[in-house]
């Protein structure tokens, strides 16, 4: 059987203020939808099924990389991932991260704000849903159990989104409108490890804007993947520091994706590397330090042992990065 | 001169543009609409079922069940798979139809005005089970304590077996100075063709049930579904359109009689709209077969100097639920077992064994993966006991002309490993140390993921095989074609009516050029009729790297015929020629004595790998590939068999992971089942192509097109072995695997 999208209405509001307003007068029953890569499939296997898709495509506001008077790198929120990858104005690191993520074609119509609002992934969630019924529903899906773990109490789905590391650790800001205003927060603020409230967010906020403030130091982004040509991160460690010019670590923000259902700031690594140089012995404290709380879980398809042992090479392999 | 020249595929344009029909592109706007219903019962007898309710959803228009099938079985090779499983038949079948074996079982169809309707009424059948043991696996089967089959005449679950008693093992042991063991498991496959399931199907004009569905063999298609509806075949016809990919997968039914049965069922009733239905991805990967998991155990003893002096070898293939053609796989993976060399004793024994678990089947290299593996790997591990380089090796021991082979009867005359060998070795430089950093290459593998320069160790490995090509083991081997000459004082014009399948391999390109050069006009001047039982004569599969040779024989000897009619002055001149090649034998059940094949081609590889022993990862840098073609009609398609049988190749040994717990596939889904991507693919391959003619070949020709598949995973394996001194006798190697041997071999 072949799955089909449920019958829903697709708006496409021309303003901020429409969208908003659409999503306020629903009631909870209208989503976002940025290039609909991640969502429309997820209706297809009836994860959600929303009486109303908002598309933002057609809210010029929202599309477009530029540098401001200050130097911050400005990206709206509908800009395609391919257009992040291949511009010139944000810093490189982002460019080859968004480079990374999934396929030339989903890359093409995927968005920016969809890639840093992406729902958290599981084995269990992500299927159709005849199998979900044969298997019993899970938390995320409205059980009262975690198939991955079932003793404990929370949702252990995880955060694939190849960009919110890269994001956090250039100490990037959101700009967030919903019907109560505008707000702006540290990206980092966004994530919650939970697999089912994974955001500090309500369903009626937009993300419109991602703002990076300039960057002089060194960067680098490392996923793990099964496929070189399509594939989610199975690890992704994002760094980004500053070094003097003897190679001394003057500020480092160390970001591990995909581990865990958000984003990890790894700060004891950090906290560790300041004022010392990138040797190896550095490197592999760090690296330790960086990955001895990781804990993932048994829920994709390489299992939780190989994920937990590559933390520590991939945290290693970026700083090795930085140093070169 | 047609032969020989890599024209552009008259098929190409379409394809590439979207304009190609492909099963699932058939269906006109009034069409109905199918769904077949799977059991999902991996083992369980059918208490009742209800289609009450179904019947009664708004648009169903009716419910194909096991009695609305006059003969309820059907199989390539045996007749021990129901059409529907059910509680009412005919009584007419041999295989009791009240129980699922199989997870994909198929329990009624439902016809519908709409895909959603037909969907809709699928979910409102109802049945009650009761639940049998199920047998998982083939260590389970081997207890026989539950059997898959009661009603089989073997009364096992190990239903088929192979024997093959060679010379005397207790001397071949005692001459032996080194001896090599290891069991292996090895690992389903699934076909994955670009295009799942699907067809379409009516009575045509002439009153023939007409179905339309992509397939390997027209012929035994409309056999298998004249026999289910109990109608003389030439009641029953079948049309290939454009088939997206087949690998084997589609040489057993998936839809070809349900839709029949629906088309007659309509028909009668008066309702003359032609029926359609098509499989998901998920449906596609459960319902139809794999290639074979298997467990192998094996020795290998060899004299100082190299020579070979016993082989024994069990073999254990898991045949899941039906037989499709897993008697005829064993007897491919029972000859491939003992390797492509001169082997005085011998004792193998070859079993196929029922399990509830998804149908092993028909897959590019046949068995010969299987036991080419193990074969290999032996001879890999047999050369580092011996401290002797891998090529020196097989040179020692290489079948040649006027060898006799493992079932102690001459080879097939035109045997050239020992050519092929020399040959891959030279182009792959294994005679120089392995070059420290990896080739440049079109394809840059991982480029997301760069293996780190210190973490990297680059290893070579090597291996070799023959394939039989054409069916073996006195299987009825035949090809028909017909050409039909216009024109006046001249030929103007050419006609081929061929049955033979192009499923994307080219063959249709290949026989217009082989008409042309068989009738002697330039190749705009044929048109092809092709695939539809209607207008030719039976041509036997696309498998078994058969069709090029059978296919050319055929269309020589019609072209001769037609010559001699143009002379009688005939005007259209027409030539009709079946062509029967040398005839094979089955082996004897005690020595396995026997001619198993008439023909064979021949294959060695070379690859490079690196291993990022860090992560686990395997990229492959530089495939050499050497096949001895005898003659290619085409060198554009034989490089291209050759590159996708690579790739191929590539996702078996290293990624593809098919989970099967309890008889349900848990990854029927591209996201889970890993499948290479562009990303993925070795780096370069060589494609060496040697033209040593087969004497009966057409201008030459040999089958090639199974041949990179059988070799590559062990030339893998053993690159990986050298890269890092472990020997894997388990794959995929996925990184986790692959981290988790090195660690065994080497605890931190
Ligand atoms: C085969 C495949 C492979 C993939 N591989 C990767 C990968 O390698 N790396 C990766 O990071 N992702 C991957 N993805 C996931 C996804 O395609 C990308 O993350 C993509 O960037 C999502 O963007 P989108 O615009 O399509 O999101 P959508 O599907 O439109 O939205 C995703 C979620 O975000 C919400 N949302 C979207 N825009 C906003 C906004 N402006 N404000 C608030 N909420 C919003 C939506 O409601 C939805 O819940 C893959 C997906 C597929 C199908």
């Known amino acids: 059987m072949t799955l089909r999208l449920p019958l829903f209405e697709y708006r496409t509001p021309t303003s901020l203020a429409e969208a908003v307003a659409i999503l306020s007068d629903s009631d909870g029953g209208a989503v976002i939808a940025g290039g609909g890569t991640d969502l429309f499939p997820k209706m297809k296997r009836r994860q959600t099924t929303p009486t109303t898709v908002v598309s933002l495509s057609a809210i010029p506001e929202l599309s477009g990389i530029e540098i401001d008077s200050e130097g911050n790198c400005r990206l709206g929120a509908s800009t395609p991932v391919a257009a992040v990858a291949a511009s010139e104005l944000v810093p490189a690191v982002v460019a080859a991260a968004a480079a990374e993520i999934a396929s030339p074609q989903i890359r093409n119509t995927a968005t920016l704000g969809g890639n840093l609002c992406l729902d958290t992934r599981c084995n269990y969630i992500d299927m159709p849903e005849l199998w979900r019924e044969a298997s019993g529903h899970c938390l995320k899906d409205g059980g009262d159990t975690c198939w991955v773990a079932p003793r404990g109490d929370r949702c252990w789905a995880i955060s694939s989104t190849d960009l919110a590391p890269v994001v956090i650790a250039l100490n990037g800001t959101l700009r967030l409108v919903g019907p109560r205003g505008e707000r702006e927060t540290p990206a980092e603020a966004l994530y919650r490890n939970d697999g089912i409230d994974y955001h500090d967010r309500s369903d009626d906020e937009i993300l419109t804007q991602v703002m990076l403030p300039p960057f002089g130091g060194r960067a680098t982004y490392r996923k793990l993947r099964r496929r070189g040509s399509i594939d989610f991160p199975l690890v992704g460690v994002a760094a980004a520091a500053h070094l003097d010019d003897r190679g001394t670590v003057g500020s480092i923000r160390l970001v591990v994706g995909a581990v865990a259902s958000a984003p990890l700031r790894a700060t004891a690594a950090e906290e560790f590397l300041v004022g010392r140089q990138l040797t190896d012995e550095v490197i592999e404290e760090a690296a330790r330090l960086a990955s001895h709380h990781v804990r993932p879980q048994d829920n994709t398809d390489t299992g939780s042992r190989y994920r937990k042992w590559m933390t520590p090479v991939f945290v290693t392999r970026a700083l090795q990065d930085l140093r070169a | 001169m047609s032969i020989g020249d890599p024209m552009i595929r008259p098929d190409a344009r379409a394809k590439v543009t979207g304009e190609a029909r492909y099963p699932d592109d058939l269906a006109p ?53 129901p059409v529907f499983i059910g509680l009412e038949t005919t009584g007419r079948s041999r295989v009791p139809a009240d129980v699922s074996r199989w997870e994909a079982d198929h329990i009624a169809l439902v016809v519908a005005e709409s895909p959603e309707a037909a969907t809709a009424g699928a979910e409102a059948i109802e049945v009650e089970w009761e639940p049998l043991p199920v047998v998982a696996d083939i260590e389970a089967a081997l207890t026989d304590e539950v059997l898959v089959h009661p009603e089989h005449e073997s009364g096992s679950n190990s239903y088929y077996g192979l024997r093959i008693r060679k010379g005397d093992m207790a001397h071949g042991w005692e001459q032996a100075d080194v001896v090599v063991e290891g069991t292996y498991h090895l ?103 794999k290639r074979h998991r298997g467990i192998i155990t094996a020795r290998l003893g060899a004299t100082r100097e190299g020579k070979i002096t016993a082989v024994e070898a069990r073999v ?157 083991y006195g299987f009825p081997e035949r090809c028909e074609a017909e050409i039909r000459l216009h024109g006046d004082d001249r030929i103007e014009r050419v006609e081929l009516f061929h049955a033979g399948a192009e499923v994307g391999q080219g063959a249709h390109t290949v026989d217009l050029q082989m008409a042309a050069d068989a009738v002697g006009v330039p190749v705009e001047m044929v048109e092809g009729h092709f695939s539809d039982t209607a207008t030719s004569g039976d041509s ?52 396995g004595e026997g001619v198993p094949n008439f023909t064979y081609g021949y294959v060695a590889q070379a690859v490079e790998v690196s291993v990022d022993i860090e992560t686990g990862h395997i990229t492959v840098d530089r495939v050499v590939s050497t096949h001895d073609v005898g003659r290619a009609i085409n060198r554009a398609l034989v490089e291209g068999q050759i590159q996708g049988g690579v790739v191929q190749g590539q996702g078996y040994v290293l990624s593809e992971n098919l989970v099967v717990e309890n008889g349900h596939i848990l990854n029927p889904r591209l996201s889970g089942y890993l499948i290479p991507g562009i990303g993925d693919i070795p780096g370069r391959v060589d494609s060496v192509v040697l033209e040593l003619a087969d004497p009966l070949g057409p201008w030459g020709a040999r089958g090639m097109a199974e041949m990179p598949m059988i070799t590559y995973a062990p030339a893998v394996i053993a690159a990986v072995h050298d890269a890092t001194g472990v020997w894997f006798d388990e794959f995929p190697l996925t990184p986790s695997r692959v981290l988790a041997g090195l660690e065994e071999a080497a605890p931190h």
């Open chain 2, 29 to 81: 706007a009034d069409a109905l609409h199918a769904q077949v219903v799977f059991s999902n019962q991996p083992h369980a007898r059918m208490v009742s079922m209800d289609t009450t309710a179904a019947a009664a959803v708004p648009g169903v228009v009716m419910i194909l069940t096991s009695a609305d099938v006059p003969v309820n079985e059907y199989g390539l090779t045996m007749f021990d798979q």
């Open chain 2, 187 to 289: 690992p389903h496959q699934e076909h994955a063709y670009l295009q799942p399931e699907a067809g379409m199907a009516y009575v045509d004009e002439q009153g023939r049930v007409t179905v339309e569905v992509p397939g390997q063999w027209a012929h035994e298609d409309q056999e298998q579904i004249a026999h289910a509806l109990d109608l003389p075949p030439e009641r029953v016809r079948v049309i290939y359109p454009e088939i997206g990919g087949a690998f084997g997968g589609r040489e057993d039914m998936s839809l070809q009689i349900v839709l029949a049965l629906a088309a007659r069922a309509l028909h009668e009733r008066g309702d003359s709209r032609p029926v359609t239905s098509r499989w998901s991805r998920e449906e596609s990967i459960v319902g139809h077969h």
């Open chain 2, 316 to 472: 254990h293939l898991d045949a899941g639920a039906y037989n499709y053609t897993s008697n005829k796989v064993l007897g491919n993976c029972h000859l491939a077992v003992a390797g492509a060399y001169e082997v005085p004793n011998a004792h193998i024994d070859s079993h196929a064994v029922y399990t509830n678990s998804t149908p092993g089947g028909a897959f590019r290299g046949f068995g010969g993966p299987q036991g080419g593996f193990v074969a290999e790997t032996q001879m890999n591990k047999l050369a580092e006991a011996l401290g002797m380089d891998p090529v020196e090796l097989r040179r020692r021991n290489a079948l040649r002309e006027g060898s006799i082979g493992i079932t102690q009867t001459p080879m097939p005359p035109g045997v050239t490993l020992p050519e092929v060998i020399e040959a891959c070795s030279e182009a792959a430089g294994m005679d120089q140390p392995l070059a420290p950093e990896a080739p440049d290459g079109p394809f840059t593998p991982f480029p997301t993921l760069p293996p780190e320069p210190i973490a990297v160790k680059r290893g070579r490995g090597f291996a070799a095989a023959f394939k039989n090509v054409g069916f073996s």
């Open chain 2, 540 to 591: 036997g599969s696309a498998s078994a790297s058969r069709l090029t040779w059978m296919s050319g024989n055929s269309i020589l000897g019609a072209a001769e015929e037609a010559h001699k009619a143009w002379l009688e002055g005939d005007r259209p001149a027409v030539g009709h020629f079946r062509f029967v090649p040398p005839p094979t034998t089955t082996l004897d059940p005690e020595t």
